[in-house]
């Protein structure tokens, strides 16, 4: 179980708190959407629920353990993060790219192991990239970048996944696929998931997290006119799928 | 297996090569009558192929963690704090004391800039680039201070011949010691090669798969900085041979550390063996190292650049 407990966060010590009072719980096969207007602080509580931010005040922890005395290696064997694209990628190939999501598993000084091999082959053909698999990530295009993002997480078969809008490149129909994929994981991970796509978040979602901007986290179990209103203003309403 | 086996045939034919090139050329069967020069000929090898191994490996992980493929072993404005303390050094009157002194003060410039880089440099690998490019900077400023201040041919001659890099004389105890720290840098780039990976793709991707971004970043970056040192310590400024010796490993061998880090410096060692072979075909006097590195290397990466674009 990944837990936060009565969380504070500020980038600067004399600034007004991002996040404040944050409590949740996400549980293996669980899918939550985290939604919220744009500097919320979606991204920072990413960071901070894979141990790259510390809080100021308050706990993040992982089946009971302080995130931050659990050695990097074996954390990053529990928690993956799909970060948004990155501008620049070096000139891996997506094959390469995929084996370095398996970096915590590999050996220091040796050559892979068959069973990473096989792990990402499995990958490969599961985020349907086996084609692309000695193709320079710099030639493809944003939303086939971001599958290979996707699937340098999964490789590691994480029992969390932390995805930060992780099918905003991707063309609808792709979209939808990769939801479907995400949800039907055989490994049953827990999904918090960064989204502006209201409508794939009501299809998707066991609950939804919505962060306010004064840094209050709100729990929801569906999204309405007076919640979506709440967070994004009138307009977004448009968006939500009638009940 | 077999790629490494190619590059050590290629160094050991080059060894051959270098030892029989030069001024006059000297077969096999007649090296005990040279016993010498020949021996002369194996230090100045073993020196250009310790400097080309250290300032490929440098530039090779300073690309990478800078992300930034203009990067290269000087990029944190080491030449520069060399250059100063080789100027102090000739202008002082150390260099009398022998080529050992002028190289060690050069060495202790180079160090000297590393320390105020790393202490000054706050929050990641752009403010260790910014700080670094402007140390360098003040450091060319404060050389040409220096060499307005010289007072004799002989000094401004001897602080010009040294920053085209110089392998005529290698200290035998100080080419030791590099080649000893090269194989160890080796082993240790090796061994973090898929954090160096990780790295190059950002702090936060390196975070999420493992890798304490802060601490090893801070590692490689002193590991390469202390080989570039060494080399100025053990030849002058050598350009050319750490920005580009690994831009063409990588053309061969891919992107990945994991498979980039012995040829590059079984490659830079073999590219700056034939670049002293070739400096010192003369039969007067010798171009200066770096002169060759940036007329022969420059131009065939010009064409490995634009036969496949992209680098």
Known sequence: MLEIHDLFFRYQKKSPFLLSGLSFTLKEGECIMLLGANGTGKSTLLGLLNGRLQPESGSVTLNGTNLSAIPARERAKWIATVHQLPEELPGFTVEEMVMLGRTPYLSRLGTPARSDHEAVRTTLELLELTDFADRDVRQLSGGERQRVMLAAALVRQTPYLLLDEPTAAADPARRISLLHLLKALPWKPGILAITHDITAAQDFADRYLLLNNGGKLETASALNAENITRLYGKDAVFFLKSP | ?311
Request: glycine share 12%.
């Open chain 2, 1 to 311: 297996m077999i790629r490494s086996l190619l590059y050590l045939s290629a160094v050991v034919l080059i060894f051959g090569l270098g030892l029989c090139a030069g001024s006059f050329w000297i077969a096999p069967e007649s090296f005990e009558s040279h016993q010498l020069i020949v021996e002369m000929r194996a230090l100045r090898m073993a020196a250009a192929f310790t400097v080309g191994g250290s300032l490929a490996l440098s530039g090779l992980i300073f690309q990478a963690l800078l992300r930034n493929p203009l990067a290269e072993p000087f990029t944190l404005g080491l030449s520069g704090g060399a250059a100063v303390g080789a100027a102090l050094a000739f202008l002082t009157g150390v260099y009398t004391l022998g080529i050992a002194g002028v190289n060690l003060c050069a060495f202790a410039g180079a160090m000297a800039v590393l320390a105020f880089v790393l202490v000054t440099a706050r929050g990641g690998r752009e403010s260790l680039l910014l700080t670094g490019v402007i140390t360098g900077t003040i450091m060319s400023g404060l050389l040409m201070f220096l060499l307005s201040r010289a007072e004799s041919a002989e000094q401004l001659a001897g602080i010009t011949w040294w920053m085209l890099g110089d392998l005529q004389a290698p200290e035998k105890t100080l080419l030791t010691a590099c080649g000893i720290f090269l194989i160890g840098a080796a082993v240790l780039a090796r061994f973090f090669a898929g954090d160096i990976d990780a790295l190059s793709l950002g702090s936060s991707h390196a975070h999420d798969m493992g890798v304490r971004s802060k601490p090893v970043l801070l590692l490689m970056t002193t590991l390469a900085s202390l080989l570039a040192a060494g080399t100025v310590a053990l030849a002058g400024i050598v350009g050319f041979c750490g920005l580009v010796i690994p831009h063409v490993i990588r053309r061969l061998h891919g992107q990945s550390h994991r498979k980039t880090v012995l040829p590059a410096v079984l490659g830079g060692g073999v590219f700056l063996m034939l670049c002293d072979i070739v400096s010192r075909l003369g039969e007067i006097r010798e171009i200066p190292i770096g002169v060759i590195t940036a007329l022969t290397g420059g131009p065939a990466f010009l064409w490995l650049l634009n036969r496949r674009k992209g680098v």
